[in-house]
């Protein structure tokens, strides 16, 4: 059975950092593209950073306009794990945080619709 676990979520200061962290089981996802996506109530899920599968050369990283300079996508252990690293948050940064992953494709999506796992997601809260 194939899990997203994510952890690291929490309460912050604004002006603050934080790491989540996405562990991925039950198959691996070397050449599948990840990424992270937030949500607030009453809202779409909003897609945050991603990254491409592993490949010879590495792997590519897209991010989503409001936390582009802000944020650093990560991915190891063949790519089953992906890092999402915050800094200067703000607190509209406040949002359930999920990670993501696309079955079998390896192409970028900022539609939540294109990926089939989800991890339950972790609350991150940004205070002012």
């Known amino acids: 059975q194939v899990q997203l676990v994510e952890s690291g979520g929490g309460l912050v200061q604004a002006g603050g950092s934080l790491r989540l962290s996405c562990a991925a089981s039950?198959?691996?996802?070397?050449?599948?593209?990840m990424g992270w996506f937030r949500q607030v109530p009453g809202k779409e899920r909003e897609f945050v950073p991603g990254a491409t599968g592993i490949g010879p050369n590495g792997y590519s990283t897209y991010y989503g306009v409001s936390v582009k300079r802000r944020s650093t996508i990560l991915r190891s252990n063949a790519g089953n794990t992906l890092v999402l690293q915050m800094n200067s948050l703000k607190p509209e940064d406040t949002a359930v945080y999920y990670c993501?992953?696309?079955?079998?494709?390896?192409?970028?999506?900022?539609?939540?619709?294109?990926?089939?796992?989800w991890g339950q997601g972790t609350q991150v809260t940004v205070s002012s």
């Open positions: 993501a992953a696309r079955r079998v494709l390896n192409t970028p999506a900022a539609n939540p619709h294109e990926y089939d796992y």
């Open positions: 039950g198959r691996t996802f070397t050449t599948n593209f």
